[in-house]
C-alpha cells in the first residue's frame, strides 16, 4: 500500500501550496494536522487559504478543516479518531493520503502512534480536580504518566486537569501504525521572518481584526480566544483596550516568530525519536515529487 505522505515544516513556509500541487500530482486528499484550522469562522487567523486547494481547476479534497464551533473542545484524541476517519475514507476510494501541517503534537500523534484514551468521566470528578492547586495537580499527573508528551500539560491548570483525565481513562485506545513518508519544508530563519511579517500585515489588511470581532459577538469568550493563542490573543488585547494597534503588531509579530522556532524544535525531537524527515528547500515542488516517486520505486521493488 502506498505510504502516508507528511508534509510538515514551519508556519510560512508554504505547505498547503506545495502539498495541494502533489495530491493533484498523486491522486491524493488532504488531512490537516493543525489544531485552529478544525474550528469554523476562525478563517485569517489559521491562515486557511482554501484557494491554495484548487489546482489546475480542480479542488484537491481536504478534511479536518472547519469541523467543529470554536466554543467546542477539540482534544488530541478526537484528531486522532477524526484522522482515520479521514484515513480510511480516502484509502476506500483508492486515493493517496496527505497528512499536511505544522502542529507537531499532532503530526507526532499519528507518526509516532500515541496512545491515546476516550475520556469517560463524570462533571464530579472535573469539579474535584479543579479544587486541587496547580502544584498538586502537577504532581498527580507526573504520578499518573512519568512521561509527558506536551509541556505545556503542566503550565494551564484546565489543561493539566483533562491530561489528568485522559491518563485515568480506560478502554478505546487509537492504536494503529501508519507507515509514512514524511517531507520537510526549510527556508533560511531570514526568509522565514521576512515572510511571517509580510503575511501578517496581508492578513491584517484581509480583516483579520474583524473576524475577532466576529468571533466575541458569536459569544466567543476573551478567555477562549486567548486559548486559541497568537493573533486571536493579541487581537482580543487590542478589542480590549490592553494593547494599541502598534504594540499588538509588534507582540504579534515576534510571538509568530517564536512560534515557528519552537515548530522547528519539535521536529528535531521527532528526528530524534527516529522519525526520518526528508528536508527540502522552500516548497519545492520538483523536490518533492522526486522524493516520493524515488520511495515509490524503492516500494515496488522490494
Given at each position: 500500500?502506498?505510504?502516508?505522505?507528511?508534509?510538515?515544516?514551519?508556519?510560512?513556509?508554504?505547505?498547503?501550496?506545495?502539498?495541494?500541487?502533489?495530491?493533484?500530482?498523486?491522486?491524493?486528499?488532504?488531512?490537516?494536522?493543525?489544531?485552529?484550522?478544525?474550528?469554523?469562522?476562525?478563517?485569517?487567523?489559521?491562515?486557511?487559504?482554501?484557494?491554495?486547494?484548487?489546482?489546475?481547476?480542480?479542488?484537491?479534497?481536504?478534511?479536518?478543516?472547519?469541523?467543529?464551533?470554536?466554543?467546542?473542545?477539540?482534544?488530541?484524541?478526537?484528531?486522532?479518531?477524526?484522522?482515520?476517519?479521514?484515513?480510511?475514507?480516502?484509502?476506500?476510494?483508492?486515493?493517496?493520503?496527505?497528512?499536511?501541517?505544522?502542529?507537531?503534537?499532532?503530526?507526532?500523534?499519528?507518526?509516532?502512534?500515541?496512545?491515546?484514551?476516550?475520556?469517560?468521566?463524570?462533571?464530579?470528578?472535573?469539579?474535584?480536580?479543579?479544587?486541587?492547586?496547580?502544584?498538586?495537580?502537577?504532581?498527580?499527573?507526573?504520578?499518573?504518566?512519568?512521561?509527558?508528551?506536551n509541556i505545556t500539560d503542566l503550565i494551564d491548570k484546565n489543561r493539566i486537569i483533562k491530561a489528568i483525565l485522559v491518563a485515568k481513562a480506560s478502554g478505546n485506545e487509537l492504536d494503529r501504525n501508519i507507515s509514512t513518508l514524511i517531507i520537510g519544508i526549510k527556508l533560511d530563519p531570514s526568509e522565514v521572518k521576512k515572510r511571517i511579517t509580510s503575511r501578517l500585515e496581508k492578513r491584517l489588511d484581509e480583516g483579520m481584526i474583524d473576524e475577532v470581532r466576529m468571533l466575541l459577538g458569536d459569544g466567543v469568550s476573551y478567555d477562549k480566544l486567548n486559548y486559541f493563542g497568537l493573533e486571536y490573543k493579541f487581537i482580543a488585547k487590542y478589542l480590549k483596550g490592553e494593547l494599541n494597534y502598534d504594540e499588538m503588531f509588534q507582540k504579534l509579530n515576534s510571538a509568530i516568530h517564536s512560534f515557528g522556532k519552537r515548530q522547528m524544535t519539535w521536529f528535531r525531537k521527532m528526528e530524534k525519536e527516529g522519525a526520518i524527515i526528508n528536508w527540502i528547500n522552500g516548497n519545492n515542488f520538483e523536490e518533492a515529487k522526486n522524493i516520493i516517486l524515488l520511495n515509490q520505486k524503492i516500494t515496488h521493488s522490494q
Open positions: 500500500m502506498n505510504k502516508l505522505i507528511v508534509i510538515l515544516g514551519p508556519t510560512a513556509t508554504g505547505k498547503t501550496k506545495l502539498a495541494a500541487r502533489l495530491a493533484a500530482e498523486f491522486n491524493g486528499e488532504i488531512i490537516s494536522a493543525d489544531s485552529r484550522q478544525v474550528y469554523k469562522r476562525m478563517n485569517i487567523g489559521t491562515g486557511k487559504d482554501l484557494n491554495d486547494y484548487f489546482q489546475n481547476g480542480e479542488k484537491v479534497n481536504y478534511h479536518l478543516i472547519d469541523i467543529v464551533e470554536p466554543n467546542e473542545e477539540f482534544s488530541l484524541y478526537k484528531f486522532k479518531l477524526n484522522f482515520f476517519i479521514a484515513y480510511d475514507d480516502i484509502i476506500a476510494k483508492g486515493k493517496r493520503p496527505f497528512l499536511v501541517g505544522g502542529t507537531g503534537m499532532y503530526l507526532s500523534a499519528i507518526i509516532n502512534n500515541y496512545q491515546l484514551r476516550k475520556i469517560e468521566s463524570e462533571e464530579g470528578d472535573y469539579a474535584k480536580l479543579n479544587s486541587l492547586s496547580i502544584d498538586e495537580l502537577k504532581n498527580l499527573l507526573l504520578t499518573i504518566k512519568q512521561s509527558q508528551h
